[in-house]
């Protein structure tokens, strides 16, 4: 019997002691799922999108937190001002009352994060030296700042359309 | 088996211990903090913020050297947000929870307002450029100097001296061209009071969007309606190119040009030194021929960078930020030691370093708590013989923070 309560002592509440700590994470789990939608979820770059923006819609977060929209970078793909493994903010909101939120690219962050232009000495954007970019599928989180909860959605890159 | 239970808990609590051991600070082997800077160094405004965190760095690199704060070694975090808010935002989350983070360093007014929020959850310092609305609304962000409209009044302060020193009678007619944003408008809320109240005549402001090349159509219509000084505002090179085209007009032969804190500096007189010649300058921080002067800048500069040559006032100003830093660390550290500093102790430091000197860098600390100023002095500058010169000593600037209704 007297074992029983040495396990108690050394095994269950480390056990809940470790489990508290981990309630942080649990915490973006709880409360309504949060969702993100992409509109268009499929683009080319083009300086269309300098006109009409690529937006985030989302819902299920705390009522009147930031949003940081994130694109998170597949591994080997550089970016320029990037360190490998860091995720991308290209957009940022505030939710509503009711946990909505809506965001768009800016201007800035399709020129430097889509683009990739360089800046020239006079304030404008060098496409010379840009490197778009490549085709493919992007995972997007939008993140609650104080909730944490994340909402996550893909966004395709596709080549521009052959010129007929 | 009664032996194997005892084995198998001793080792049980052992991991237990451990994990909670290896992740508290007090077995960390170095004592640090951290100071992040949401920085430019590869988009538009690199060319300023590059050479201001240099100075930042190599100051922070040379305290380390020397065994740091007390034994406390800080960390400098630049992080290239390329001007963008939007990476910024996302650049503070990936670094908010870092442990001993005091201060950020926002190099935008349009950064430092939207991560300005979510640092003041973290309860954590912020220091940015020059926006007065932190100093109407107080809170914890700092900025850099006086704020815009403080050094834009001193500068009309210096307009109507010259005038008067010109034998000219009555009031000049002032013009005002600047970026279409937030900073770019930042100058003329409360500094148009201040005009207002030393009778000068302010005409209509001319805003353009960063990025223009020719600014002949501005230029032409201040001059037109018969501006006898201009302020070129924007971020170097676009003052230097306002001037530029000024003097392809035949303009700058006839109205006195002004310029602010991004103003020309080696670089804007390296490539129209000739079109920059007679223009004034107001500066917070010291700049041209006074940097090279200033040994607290030059001897850093030496060491870590090498030859003057490409010495830039701005690093100066980086050197300043350091040394808040590090000033404001130390009232900390000694108010609360090193276990139990947090954000708030450094924002409790910042509003108590008033009167703080930083080798002559620029005026005395003015932050304290009822003030986000970083000093309250100017100093103008002239470009002569193709020189950045001072004409005036330090100034104090007048309160045009409280002319305007935040």
């Known amino acids: 019997m007297r074992i029983f309560k040495v396990i108690m002592l050394f095994v269950i509440i480390p056990g809940l002691a470790l489990g508290a700590i981990s309630c942080q994470t649990l915490k973006s789990l709880t409360g309504p799922k949060a969702t993100l939608v992409i509109a268009p979820a499929e683009v080319f770059l083009s300086p269309a999108l300098f006109k009409k923006p690529v937006t985030f819609k989302g819902s299920g977060f705390q009522p009147k937190e930031m949003i940081s929209v994130e694109m998170v970078l597949p591994p080997g793909l550089k970016m320029k001002g990037i360190k490998e493994g860091e995720d991308v903010g290209i957009a940022f909101a505030t939710a509503d009352e009711n946990g909505n939120f809506t965001a768009a690219m800016a201007p800035t962050a399709t020129l430097n994060w889509f683009f990739q232009v360089g800046w020239t000495p006079l304030l404008r954007p060098n496409f010379k030296a840009a490197k778009p970019i490549p085709p493919g599928v992007y995972k997007i989180n939008a993140t609650g700042l104080d909730s944490d909860r994340i909402a996550t959605s893909n966004l395709k890159i596709v080549p521009p359309p052959k010129k007929k | ?406």
Request: charged share 20%; proline share 4%; aromatic share 12%.
């Open chain 2, 1 to 406: 088996m009664r032996k194997a239970c005892i084995i198998f808990l001793s080792i049980v609590l052992t991991i237990c211990l451990s994990m909670v051991g290896f992740s508290s600070s007090s077995f960390a082997k170095e004592k640090s903090v951290v100071y992040l800077s949401l920085a430019d160094y590869t988009g538009p405004i690199a060319g300023l913020n590059v050479p201001a965190d240099k100075g930042t760095e190599d100051y922070i690199k040379d305290i380390n050297a020397k065994g740091g704060v007390d034994g406390v070694k800080i960390k400098f975090i630049g992080i290239d947000t390329r001007y963008d808010v939007a990476r910024a935002v996302s650049a503070y989350k990936r670094y908010r929870r870092t442990p001993k983070l005091l201060v950020v360093n926002s190099i935008g007014t349009g950064i430092a307002r939207a991560v300005g929020r979510l640092l003041v959850r973290d309860k954590r310092v912020q220091l940015t450029p020059g926006d007065g609305e932190f100093q109407a609304h107080l809170g914890s962000t700092f900025i850099w100097g006086p704020a815009y409209q403080d050094a834009f009044a001193a500068s009309m302060d210096w307009v109507i001296d010259d005038w008067k020193s010109k034998g000219k009678s009555g009031a000049p007619v002032v013009g005002y061209l600047n970026w279409d944003n937030a900073y770019g408008r930042e100058h003329l809320r409360g500094g148009k009071q201040y005009a207002k109240k030393l009778g000068i005549k302010m005409l209509p402001p001319e805003f353009f969007p960063p990025g223009t090349l020719k600014h002949d159509v501005y230029l032409t219509r201040l001059a037109k309606a018969g501006a006898n000084y201009i302020h070129a505002g924007g971020i170097d090179p676009t003052p230097t190119n306002v001037i530029r085209d000024a003097y392809a007009l035949g303009l700058t032969k006839k109205i006195q040009f002004t310029t602010g804190y991004w103003g020309p500096t080696a670089l804007g007189l390296s490539v129209h030194a000739k079109a920059l010649e007679g223009i004034v300058n107001y500066s917070f921080f010291l700049r041209g021929e006074d940097t090279k002067m200033n040994k607290a800048v030059t001897d850093l500069w030496k060491k870590y960078r090498g030859s003057l040559d490409k010495l830039n006032g701005v690093y100066g100003m980086g050197i300043a930020w350091g040394m808040t830093y590090v000033g404001a660390l130390k009232i900390a550290l000694n108010s609360v030691g090193y276990e139990k500093l947090k954000g708030v102790d450094m924002y409790k430091a910042y509003q108590s370093i008033t009167g703080f000197e930083r080798a002559g860098i620029q005026g005395p600390c003015a932050y304290a708590s009822d003030s986000r100023r970083g000093s309250r002095e100017i100093k103008i500058y002239r470009v002569k013989g193709g020189k950045i010169v001072p004409i005036t000593g330090w100034q104090k600037t007048p309160d045009a923070v409280s002319l305007h209704k935040f």
